[in-house]
């Protein structure tokens, strides 16, 4: 799996019920023909990223097909949902 691009954008919490801060990454992923994953139009995943003090952590994800934002049901694996967290990481702490 390879992160084509990606845009990252910071959400905000107005009642201050989330202790911490959450930030909303939109990938656009690139995935093998041979991976199970694989849609022909190419993949996005949606990653809310959740930070506070020095721990970040992937609190949630969804995997939508480009073409038509059709939902899958599909989980990532764990070495997989490592890359997503750490391409995060790397971005929260640049400010991009």
Do not use: W
Not at 6 to 28: A, H, K, N, S, V
Not at 49 to 72: R, W
């Amino acid at each position: 799996m390879d992160i084509l691009a990606y845009t990252m954008e910071e959400i905000i919490d107005p009642t201050q019920i989330i202790d911490g801060e959450r930030f909303e990454f939109m990938l656009d992923i690139k995935v093998d023909e041979d991976d199970e994953l694989y849609t022909e139009g190419g993949l996005e995943i949606r990653a809310i990223v959740a930070k506070k003090d020095d721990e970040t952590s992937l609190a949630n994800y969804f995997i939508t097909t480009k073409a038509n934002q059709e939902l899958l049901d599909f989980a990532l694996e764990d070495e997989e949902e490592e890359m997503i967290l750490t391409f995060c990481k790397e971005h929260i702490a640049a400010g991009e």
